[in-house]
Structure formats: structure tokens, C-alpha cells
């Protein structure tokens, strides 16, 4: 790999900086979940990305934010209120459609109902909805089903597949019954590959009612799989997770947990069951789209959480509810000592008992057990609350952790600190849980590249044999840059669509810069494995050019993912460590890090240069005299980020690893670390 920055030359009388690598059988274990992953429905990361389903509304139960906020930052946005819109995103021509839930096919539910007197078009872009959102590819099916009722109606229904400049993509006919609500399914196989839209056209006389409409495609994780019964993943998202090696999932937030006052929590009972019957919400993240335009469909609720947890053999990590509202955004609480807050006790112990319970006892259980997972499912940590702190929190966060204790002894709690990784808040939670070794402290930092340089010896200090640190959301950021986010700058709407205008938003810098500081505190991270127990960078996924947050670990397009600096940083310390920490010798200049552990058969080392000049590292493994040391390389000019195409079909990489062999001689590998580089250095015991 080439840059085309110049890097100041390797002077060869330069100091050569010696480093020694000594494993032992009895030094303190890495954590067995220190690197994890961080999910919430932000930036369309869910609804738009990780869930299958093309098609946005798609049971055109739409709640939206009353209003969008259209103003940079995160402004309060409570009291918040519920917007019912069942037709948004959804544009009709050539009839009238209105929102009906008379005799639905959902209790309680509501669906489209058209009269055509000729040809009707309805049209959906998918997400975010203003403009043209699906992935199509050539030779890749889609799996359309729709409930679909006809009431006295002549004539014939179509479904069709556009690329955004209007071309047709695939089309098939599908048939409706006049006997009542019946699931109607079609297959179209893409004749190219182009992001697009879904048309139904409905081409009589009379009244058809149409609900529960999907468009999947059919290589999504899990097809085949019998477990994968109700909501369905997209399949290069989760591949991205794999390929990072994570140990642990939090989810579902973040702030979604806790909502901006009026009970607009996350309700984990109304993400479970049948897709049909769950409960959608406004997602809150609306509150940077100026018309509000973010819903939780719940299609990916809780059921589907576990089962990535279980397909990626990592530990989930649910987040619930306590009883307070985002602080950021409102001081609504629930009373610590009423019936509400035992009632919000009790919907913790019942998720539980639906992830670990019997089905033959439990109601819970029970659900779980109907969709395809009659075993239970691995829980061994919850979270209590998010970024909440103060008194307040702590008397709430002590009666759910004992009623949690009583219920299921031995699971590790995780406290919050704030937001912030110190002052008063972030103090009074630490010497709260004291020396509890049944306790992680979730800290959260979102600071600049310097900071993160400057915090590597940060968890030095910390006492040992309490309770542990939880990273829970970090990264480090620049200022960012200001872009036109209307759907004019993003791609033309589709023929019929009325477009929702985005504010102007700012959108991540994920440079290399960030990601090399990272890669520097993370040397710290893995040097006191044994008293950070997690950690996970946040937000985690992103669709390009429908940001609400800054930094993202993973940027996506309706047909391709992009890796960003700062997951390449994650995946190579993810990838690349050994059960035991290793102990790290030598006197290293300023901007030089190193970090090593070990296991029975290998040693791995990393070596990030912070710095604008090269450094000679000679690096000796105690034990080992000879061989050749395996080497990963990730290595640009700082300001280097890796970009999508102006097609939003591929994406250009300015970062990617490269793979070297060093030879060992007389007990030592000779390295030359580039500027703004992170190398790990992998030998054989």
C-alpha cells in the first residue's frame, strides 16, 4: 500500500528503541470480553441497516417525534410527543389511499386501504425514506410478501423493483383473494445491481387493503436457519461484526433505553413475539431530522439480539430500564417506591426469565420458546440504566440490582458513571459499588485524539480486586465538517416520491488520525486487562448520508459496507490477543505505545507511533531466539479516511492492513514503525 503523503525518512543512526516482551503462566488473565460491541438504532444502524426488511412503514404503523429539531447538537427535545403517521413514506399515484383499522389484520392494528378506478402506484424508497434506499443486486432474490384483503375488486396487483434513475429492475404479478386477508408472496431477482425502490401497482376497479409489506433479500443471515423465524438480519453487516472477533453485545442503547419523558422508554416486551404484533416508537434520534422521521419498527427486537449474540458466540449484554428518563433531556422519573417502579422490576425479571427460563412454566419462556428457541439463551450480565448518575439513579439502581440478585444470583451488573469519565457524578458511582467485585463502572468518553494519547496510563491507578471498568461508549473525534444532507445531495428522489427535507448535518471525519489514538489508549486497555473488563467503541453502525451522530465505527450504503479506520484499529486489537497479559520492558520515547499478551502458543504485540517520524523497534520475545514474527500493519497519513463512491455502490479504502514477515535473529525482530502507524507483532512460543 502506498500514500501519497511523504513521511520523513528512516535516518539510520537514528536511536533504536529496544523492547522486551516476558510471558509468564501466572500473570494476570486479558478478560475474556475485553474488545465487545455497542448496538443502538442510531443512524439508521437498525431500521435501515442491520434489519432485512427493505421497505420502511412496512406495517404502516408509523410513530414518529411530533417534530424534528433542526439544530446542530443534541437539544432537549422533551416533553416529546407521539406522531401517528401509517402513510409516511409511502407515496400513492393514480387513486386514493387512506389509513384504515377496521377489521385489521392485526388486533388493534392499521393498514393502507386503496380504491382504484384505474391504475394505482404505491411507492417506497425504503430508508430514510426521502430518497431511493434499496440495495438491489443482480442475481441476489427478493422475498415479497404483503397481507393483502380485496373487497370487491377487479383487476390485477404487480409488484416492481426501479433503480433510482427509473429503469425497471424486476417485476411479477401476485394473486389477491376476495375471502378475506391472505399473506401473498412473490420472488424478483434483480436484473442489475442499483440502489432503488418498490412500486406496487394495483391496476382495476374496487378497494384493496394492504398491510405487513416486505422485501428481503434472500441471502440475509441466518436463511435456512429455523431459529430465524420472525425479524432477519442483513447478511454483510453481521459479517462485519464477526470479522471484528467481538466478545460481548450491549443492547438496545444508549439513550433509546431510557426515552425523553412520557414513556417513551424501550419496552423489551414489545420487541418480542410475532413481528406482527410488535409495538413500534419514535426513535428519538429523529430529533435531527427536521421532519422527525425515525421510527423503531421492532422487527430487530430482542429476540434477534440474542440470536446474533448466540450466532457470533458472544455475551449479550441487555440494557434495561431504570426508571429514569434521559437526563440529558428531562427530569422525568419514576418514584423509586410505588407500584410503577415495581412493576418495572418485574418486566426485568420476566426478561430474564424469557432469555433463560423453562417454556413449560413460564409465559415469557413460553414466547421464546414459539419462535424457535426452546433452549435458553446464555445471560450472565445486565446493564442497569444508561449514562444516568446522582442519588437518585443509585436508589434505583440498587432495588433492581438486588431484585436481579435474588432472582438469578452470580450475573454481573453494570452501573453507569454520566457521561463523563470523571467529576462528581462520574466519582459518586465509583464509591458506590466500593470493592464489589459482582459490579463493572460504564464509562463513557466521546474526546479528541489528544485526550485519548494523553489517557494511556489512565487505568494504571485504578485498585485491582473490585469492581472492574466497563468502556461502554468511546471515541475519539475531530471538529466535523458541514455537508448538504438534502436528498438533492444524496440522489434523486424516484418518479412520485414527495421528498423530506434533512437538515444540514455533520457527518463523521473517522480519520486515521483518531483511529492511531485509539490504537493508543487501547495499549492501555490491554495492559490492565485485568481491571477493565469490557470495552466497545460507540456509535457502532451508520448510513452514509443519514448521520445523526459523528464518529461511527461502520459506514454503509444500501449496497456496500465501509470499514472505517477506527474499525480496522478495533478488529487488529480484536483479532490479535492472548488470554494472559504479557509484561512490556523498555524506555519508550513520547510518542511511541506498546501493549503485549500471550497465550500457550503465540505472543502478540502492539506498537503504535503516534508521532511524524519513523521508529526502529527491536523487539525481543523472552523465550523465543529464532523463526519469523508475523507482522500487521496498518499505517496512512493522518487525515487519510476511507470514503464511499459518489454511486454509493462501492467505497474507497486510504486504510487497509498490510501483512509482513520479519525474521528473528539472535532473539530479536528488528521493526521500523511508520509514522501514524499501529503494528502488531505476532510469534510462535
Not at 406 to 425: K, T
Request: contains cysteine; negative net charge.
Amino acid at each position: 500500500m502506498s500514500h501519497e503523503t511523504a513521511f520523513a525518512p528512516i535516518d539510520q543512526e537514528q536511536r533504536v528503541v529496544d523492547v522486551t516482551v516476558t510471558t509468564s503462566p501466572t500473570a494476570p488473565a486479558v478478560s475474556p470480553t475485553l474488545f465487545g460491541l455497542f448496538l443502538e438504532d442510531i443512524n439508521f444502524g437498525v431500521d435501515g441497516g442491520l434489519n432485512a426488511n427493505l421497505v420502511s412503514n412496512h406495517s404502516f404503523e408509523g410513530v414518529y417525534l411530533e417534530r424534528g429539531v433542526a439544530a446542530e447538537g443534541m437539544p432537549a427535545i422533551a416533553p416529546a410527543g407521539r406522531r401517528i403517521d401509517p402513510l409516511l413514506h409511502w407515496t400513492v399515484r393514480g387513486g386514493e389511499v387512506s389509513a384504515s383499522s377496521d377489521r385489521a389484520a392485526v388486533d388493534g392494528g392499521r393498514f393502507a386501504r386503496v380504491h382504484a378506478d384505474g391504475r394505482v402506484r404505491m411507492v417506497n424508497n425504503g430508508y430514510p425514506g426521502s430518497r431511493p434506499g434499496m440495495g438491489l443486486r443482480i442475481g441476489v432474490a427478493l422475498a415479497f410478501t404483503a397481507a393483502i384483503r380485496a373487497d370487491g375488486f377487479d383487476g390485477t396487483v404487480a409488484v416492481r423493483v426501479f433503480s433510482a434513475s427509473g429503469d425497471l429492475v424486476a417485476t411479477t404479478d401476485v394473486e389477491v383473494s376476495e375471502s378475506g386477508w391472505a399473506t401473498v408472496r412473490a420472488v424478483l431477482t434483480p436484473a442489475q445491481t442499483a440502489i432503488g425502490y418498490l412500486e406496487i401497482v394495483i391496476d382495476g376497479v374496487g378497494d384493496i387493503d394492504i398491510d405487513e409489506v416486505t422485501l428481503i433479500p434472500e441471502d440475509h443471515w441466518g436463511a435456512g436457519d429455523p431459529r430465524w423465524s420472525q425479524g432477519l438480519l442483513r447478511r454483510d453487516l453481521v459479517e462485519a461484526l464477526r470479522d471484528l472477533n467481538p466478545t460481548f453485545l450491549r443492547f438496545p442503547g444508549g439513550c433509546l433505553v431510557e426515552g425523553c419523558g412520557g414513556d417513551t422508554h424501550y419496552k423489551w416486551k414489545h420487541s418480542v413475539g410475532p413481528v406482527s404484533g410488535r409495538k413500534s416508537e419514535f426513535n428519538m434520534w429523529g430529533q435531527m431530522r427536521t421532519a422527525g422521521d425515525y421510527t423503531q419498527s421492532m422487527q430487530v427486537g430482542f429476540y434477534e439480539y440474542f440470536l446474533l449474540c448466540e450466532d457470533l458466540g458472544v455475551e449479550p449484554m441487555p440494557i434495561v430500564w431504570a426508571g429514569l428518563s434521559c437526563q440529558f433531556r428531562t427530569d422525568e422519573a419514576v418514584p423509586a417506591d410505588g407500584a410503577e417502579f415495581d412493576a418495572l422490576i418485574q418486566d426485568v425479571i420476566d426478561m430474564i426469565e424469557w432469555a433463560t427460563g423453562d417454556p413449560t412454566t413460564n409465559e415469557w419462556a413460553a414466547l421464546r420458546a414459539a419462535a424457535g428457541h426452546p433452549e435458553p439463551f446464555a445471560l450472565n450480565m445486565i446493564g442497569i440504566g444508561n449514562e444516568n448518575h446522582g442519588a437518585d439513579y443509585l436508589e434505583r439502581f440498587d432495588r433492581i440490582k438486588a431484585a436481579v440478585d435474588a432472582h438469578r444470583p452470580g450475573m454481573l451488573s453494570v452501573i453507569s458513571s454520566g457521561a463523563n469519565p470523571d467529576g462528581p457524578e462520574f466519582e459518586q458511582s465509583w464509591d458506590h459499588v466500593g470493592a464489589r467485585a459482582d459490579i463493572a463502572v460504564d464509562e463513557h468518553f466521546y474526546k479528541s485524539p489528544e485526550w485519548f494519547i494523553e489517557s494511556v496510563d489512565r487505568y494504571d491507578s485504578y485498585p485491582r480486586g473490585g469492581a472492574r471498568v466497563f468502556a461502554g461508549e468511546y471515541a475519539a473525534h475531530e471538529p466535523a465538517l458541514l455537508i448538504d444532507a438534502s436528498p438533492s445531495a444524496a440522489g434523486p428522489a424516484a418518479p412520485g416520491t414527495e421528498a423530506v427535507q434533512i437538515q444540514t448535518s455533520a457527518i463523521p471525519a473517522n480519520s486515521w488520525e483518531t483511529a492511531v489514538a485509539e490504537a493508543a489508549f487501547l495499549t492501555g486497555v490491554e495492559r490492565n486487562a485485568e481491571v477493565v473488563a469490557m470495552t466497545c467503541y460507540a456509535p457502532l453502525f451508520n448510513l452514509v448520508g443519514s448521520s445523526q451522530w459523528m464518529h461511527n465505527l461502520i459506514d454503509f450504503t444500501p449496497l456496500t459496507v465501509v470499514p472505517t479506520p477506527n474499525y480496522l484499529v478495533q478488529q487488529l486489537f480484536g483479532t490479535r490477543l492472548g488470554s494472559r497479559i504479557a509484561t512490556v520492558s523498555a524506555d519508550l520515547p513520547a510518542d511511541l505505545f506498546v501493549s503485549a499478551s500471550s497465550d500457550d502458543l503465540e505472543t502478540h504485540t502492539k506498537i503504535v507511533n503516534v508521532g511524524a517520524a519513523p521508529q526502529r523497534v527491536r523487539l525481543r520475545v523472552a523465550g523465543v531466539s529464532s523463526g519469523m514474527a508475523e507482522l500487521v500493519v496498518l499505517s496512512a497519513a493522518p487525515e487519510s479516511t476511507n470514503t464511499v463512491s459518489a454511486d454509493r455502490a462501492s467505497h474507497r479504502a486510504a486504510v487497509e492492513p498490510r501483512q509482513e514477515l520479519v525474521q528473528i535473529v539472535d532473539g530479536r525482530a528488528e521493526v521500523v514503525v511508520e509514522p501514524w502507524s499501529v503494528v502488531s507483532v505476532s510469534t510462535n512460543l
